[in-house]
């Protein structure tokens, strides 16, 4: 299981760090990841990272202000979120591969996921 913490409204320029919490089959993971989902869009990744933690995969829109980290001791999966951007405001979810894949940048690329936790950043 996957449980979302962390999202609030923030103002543009703001920093956010989203939490993850993993229990279950964590021991069965190749890779986790965030995606987020804004009002009548389709869900869209926005980072993911390999469970050694040595590859990590970002979007576009990710690239240069958000972070994705794990801490294998706590079973937690992070998202720090540098200089928001209103086009970042979304429902944001974190997910679990148990798959061996050449990348993990898919919906279909994790089977599991958590609830979203709600960004909202007002300009």
């Known amino acids: 299981q996957l449980q979302a913490s962390g999202g609030g409204l923030v103002q543009a320029g703001d920093s956010l760090r989203l939490s993850c919490a993993a229990s279950g089959r964590t021991f069965d993971y190749t890779a986790v990841g965030w995606f987020r989902q804004a009002p009548g869009k389709d869900r869209e990744f926005v980072a993911s990272?390999?469970?050694?933690?040595?590859?990590?995969v970002y979007a576009n829109s990710a690239k240069g202000r958000f972070t994705i980290s794990r801490d294998s001791a706590k079973l937690t999966i992070y998202l720090q979120m540098n200089n928001l951007k209103p086009e970042d405001t979304a429902t944001y979810y974190c997910?679990?591969?148990?798959?061996?894949?050449?990348?993990?940048?898919?919906?279909?690329?994790?089977?599991?996921w958590g609830q979203g936790t709600q960004v909202t950043v007002s300009s």
């Open positions: 990272l390999n469970w050694r933690g040595s590859a990590r």
């Open positions: 997910a679990a591969s148990f798959s061996a894949r050449r990348s993990y940048e898919r919906h279909a690329d994790f089977e599991s």
